[in-house]
């Protein structure tokens, strides 16, 4: 069993180009042949704490306005697929994955 971070970037901008500027999406577990990922979570740009640690955490205040929360997670895009991943342009993502070595011979 082995824990690696991996980071995932979408490199477009926005308006670069019509196709390849909007946003990807696609399955983790499409890119490893032999790991089977089992868990994964999405940690914070800089890899040292799980993004739903976060949560609620930010508190602004603006003038004339009640305190209101900052949520910094968004809606899982792939519900039915736990290690799905979404990238909006010029977006990268970082996530923990929990993997297991599968025999490469069968």
């Keep these: 069993m082995i824990s690696p971070s991996q980071r995932f970037e979408n490199i477009f901008d926005k308006k670069e180009d019509p196709v390849l500027s909007l946003p990807t999406s696609f399955s983790v577990k499409d890119l490893f042949t ?55 342009p010029m977006e990268i993502k970082t996530y923990l994955l929990h993997l297991e070595v599968q025999n490469a011979r069968k």
Excluded: D
């Design 34 to 88: 032999h790991l089977n990922p089992y868990k994964m979570e999405e940690l914070v740009l800089s890899g040292n704490k799980l993004k739903s640690s976060l949560v609620n955490k930010l508190k602004w205040r603006y003038e004339g306005q009640n305190m209101t929360a900052l949520n910094v997670t968004e809606a899982a895009p792939w519900v039915q697929n736990p290690f799905g991943v979404r990238l909006k």
